[in-house]
């Protein structure tokens, strides 16, 4: 898996350091808060990005979750979760980003 931060992503962390340390300790607290696996955590938060509709979100979840060793399987059962309860097109949405991104990172 290659390192990957969005461009966007860069430039806020450069323009606000503080910001960007006060909202990465936000996310440390949050993933410590609970007895969920560190896998099962990132599963999590890629439904809530597929929820959400968030296309940077849905690529950067899958991109940590095949850093920490999740399947292509694990990954996309995840999304088609997603459908009876946000609708077909955007789940098919979300299955198409995070397509892209197995196929960027070698796994299709």
Known sequence: MT???PEIYQH????????KEAFDSLGAAEHGAGPLG???????KLGIAVGAES???VRSHVR???GIGASQ?????????ALTTIGFPATS?????AEE????EGRR
Do not use: C, N, Q
Request: proline share 2%.
């Open 3 to 5: 390192d990957y931060l």
């Open 12 to 19: 806020f962390s450069s323009r606000f350091p503080a910001v």
């Open 38 to 44: 560190e896998k099962e955590r990132r599963l999590v």
């Open 55 to 57: 296309e940077g979100a």
């Open 64 to 66: 940590k979750l095949l």
């Open 73 to 81: 399987e694990e990954i996309l059962h995840t999304i088609v979760l």
């Open 93 to 97: 949405a979300a299955l198409g980003w």
């Open 101 to 104: 991104v197995l196929t960027e």
